[in-house]
């Protein structure tokens, strides 16, 4: 049998490419996928994968045309990208969802990747500075890619174990996220800022400037009656009778 090339798109991530080591693939900004087939239909209904939790990934590391690439490697918005440009190849524009009890069709080729302020950014650069309004500490930080999500998943697993009716996910992050607190880089003391030092208006504030830098799809759209909602993207985006 000749071979067979499968049609691929070119897909331009949020981020441009500048949160990644300049010597990285996706620091160019751009990624190849190819279209979605039955192989890929295999993957979503994998009963082991969708247990585990990685049935996304799996997805998407199928999808990728340079295999040098990892989905770990990709940060949280960039990924977005990628399974909102997955989802249009593979079954078309129109998502119909139930959204409030009504059913409703979203077109998803209007999702845009949200505009970046291109002077907090440098090219290959993932630490970024906030200065906290009610205490005046000076806190770096980073966005997380998917290891460092890895690791969040492992430590709340690990916690959870210890101590099964808390749910510190918020606390946990922010120890990730913070990479030094007024210029100390120790791992215990940005733990224990967290833990004892961070008001609680600080860390939302913090949390918000986080969420406006980092780059991502805009997921939100307007229905008919007005009503502005936010697209989720689980395992019923691309199967809809999962």
Aim: no cysteine; charged share 30%.
């Amino acid at each position: 049998m000749s071979e067979f090339k499968f049609p691929t798109e070119e897909v331009e991530l949020p981020s441009k490419g500048l949160l990644y080591p300049k010597d990285h693939p996706l620091s160019s900004g751009k990624v190849e996928i190819k279209y979605m087939t039955a192989k890929e239909e295999d993957i979503l209904t994998n009963q082991s994968y969708i247990q585990k939790g990685t049935v996304l990934d799996k997805l998407l590391q199928s999808l990728l045309v340079n295999k040098d690439i990892k989905t770990e490697d990709l940060f949280v918005g960039d990924k977005n990208a990628l399974f909102v440009a997955a989802r249009i190849l593979g079954y078309g524009k129109e998502y119909k969802t139930k959204i409030a009890g009504k059913d409703e069709t979203i077109d998803l080729t209007e999702l845009e990747n949200k505009p970046i302020d291109k002077e907090l950014f440098s090219k290959g650069n993932n630490r970024f500075t906030y200065k906290l309004e009610n205490t005046g500490t000076v806190l770096e930080f980073k966005l997380l890619n998917g290891h460092d999500e890895k690791k969040i998943e492992r430590e709340l697993a690990g916690l959870k174990k210890i101590s099964p009716n808390t749910s510190p996910e918020l606390t946990t992050r922010l120890k990730h996220v913070i990479l030094s607190v007024d210029g100390n880089e120790e791992k215990k003391d940005v733990r224990e800022f967290v833990d004892n030092y961070f008001l609680a208006r600080d860390a939302r504030a913090f949390r918000q400037y986080v969420s406006d830098l980092s780059p991502d799809v805009d997921m939100t759209v307007s229905l008919e009656g007005g009503e502005v909602v936010t697209v989720p993207i689980g395992l019923n985006f691309f199967w809809p009778d999962a």
